[in-house]
């Protein structure tokens, strides 16, 4: 389990990130609020977070991940933090398959526990159109 950074929001979207890399989702949960809900494009919500690790254990024995955030607007409010911005990903399958390059909007919402620590509370996510070549 990687050390993690939980003193900010932009230090808790960056140890994300980092966990998706190291192909270690159970890093995921200490930077999920228990009630964690996200709406992703085209799926069903996830509820909980473990729901949300483990979707994560099971795209990652399936895939290898290359994510990034290009971050737009960040705001925070007392215990709450927005974040919107561009997610960028590279998901290649580990049997060999070809590369699939995504790119979404999506909206982070985080919340400031009583331990001072920031988690992911809610996300939503919107595909946006494949760029053209």
Same mark, same amino acid.
């Given at each position: ?9 932009? @230090? *808790?979207?960056?140890?994300?990130? #980092?966990?998706?890399?190291? =192909?270690?989702? &159970? /890093?995921?949960? !200490? ?20 729901? @949300? *690790?483990?979707?994560?254990?099971? #795209?990652?024995?399936?895939? =290898?991940?290359? &994510? /990034?955030?290009? !971050? ?21 399958? *580990? ?9 979404? =909007? ?28």
């Amino acid at each position: 389990m990687m050390l993690i950074d939980q003193s900010t929001p932009s @230090a *808790v979207r960056d140890a994300w990130v #980092a966990a998706i890399a190291a =192909r270690d989702p &159970q /890093s995921l949960r !200490p930077l999920l609020a228990d009630d964690y809900e996200v709406w992703a494009h085209g799926v069903e919500p996830l509820v909980g977070a473990d729901a @949300a *690790v483990a979707a994560m254990v099971a #795209a990652v024995e399936r895939n =290898r991940i290359e &994510q /990034s955030f290009e !971050p737009i607007e960040s705001v925070i409010a007392g215990d709450w933090a927005f974040e919107r911005g561009i997610e960028r990903l590279a998901v290649t399958p *580990v049997d060999g398959g070809p590369t699939r390059m995504m790119s979404q =909007r999506a909206l982070l919402i985080l919340r400031r526990g009583d331990d001072g620590k920031w988690r992911f509370a809610r996300g939503m996510t919107n595909g946006l159109p494949a760029e053209k070549a």
